[in-house]
């Protein structure tokens, strides 16, 4: 513990001040926290490299679990309301299927389309909204995740050029089902993307979140 380099405390000087003896269980418990931390991540990256030898690039297919067949949606029965704009908006896709116009379900609620993705539709969900109401599996975009999605939509439609010789595809990337780094604690990103550009192609994994949980531009995820 006397070697700092390995870890980064951020903890108010007073704590470690040496004024009372009930402070030795709080180091205790710091220390403790350290060397989990540690002993987990020394056990991915061993674990990580060792996969690493059995890896093999293997085509995206269909029966993927990152593929989604159905939605199941659990509504509040009060709410008939939310019920007949769902039955309406699926009916608009199924009648419409290459459209990308949205479809409102309520307020912080919308189903949409983004042809780029490769299954459709995808959903978006205020969860802290509709806690107690409506239930969505798999597990509904957050804003967060919805606004990644406009971005990437926009960008794409209103620089045609840069696509001329360029295809864009985009998969949301489904938590321990999907795809994840062992070197970083088992992490899943949100989404894949593929830009493909003649014979290659370029595959990019976006979390999109703040930088509050992150140490550094080499943290792994």
């Known amino acids: 513990m006397r070697h700092h380099e390995w870890y980064q405390l951020q903890i108010p000087p007073s704590e470690l001040r040496f004024d009372s003896y009930e402070r030795v269980k709080e180091w205790q418990e710091i ?4 060397l989990k931390s540690y002993a987990e991540r020394y056990y991915n ?18 029966d993927h679990p990152n593929f989604q067949e159905v939605y199941q949606l659990e509504i509040e029965e009060s709410r008939k309301d939310i019920i007949d704009r769902l039955n309406k908006a699926k009916e608009f896709f199924a ?9 409102d379900l309520d307020k912080g609620m919308t189903v949409f389309q983004f042809l780029r993705h490769l299954y459709q539709p995808l959903i978006y969900l205020d969860a ?25 939509k926009h960008f794409y439609e209103k620089d045609q050029a840069f696509f001329t010789d360029r295809k864009l595809y985009l998969l949301r990337n489904k938590s321990r089902k999907g795809i994840g780094f062992f070197e970083a604690h088992g992490f ?7 830009l493909v550009e003649k014979e290659h192609q370029y595959i990019t994994f976006i979390d999109p979140k ?12």
């Not at 798999?138 to 990437?152: C, F, R």
């Open 128 to 152: 802290k909204g509709y806690q107690d109401i409506i239930k969505v599996s798999p597990v509904a975009l957050n804003q967060g995740e919805y606004d990644l999605i406009k971005h990437l």
């Open 31 to 34: 220390c403790i926290a350290l």
């Open 188 to 194: 899943y990103p949100d989404f894949i993307v593929w």
């Open 210 to 221: 703040g930088l509050r949980q992150i140490q550094g531009l080499d943290h792994p995820s």
């Open 95 to 103: 009648q419409h299927p290459e459209s990308e116009d949205k479809q």
């Open 45 to 62: 990256w061993k674990k990580a490299g060792y996969l690493s030898e059995f890896m093999e690039t293997i085509e995206l297919r269909s």
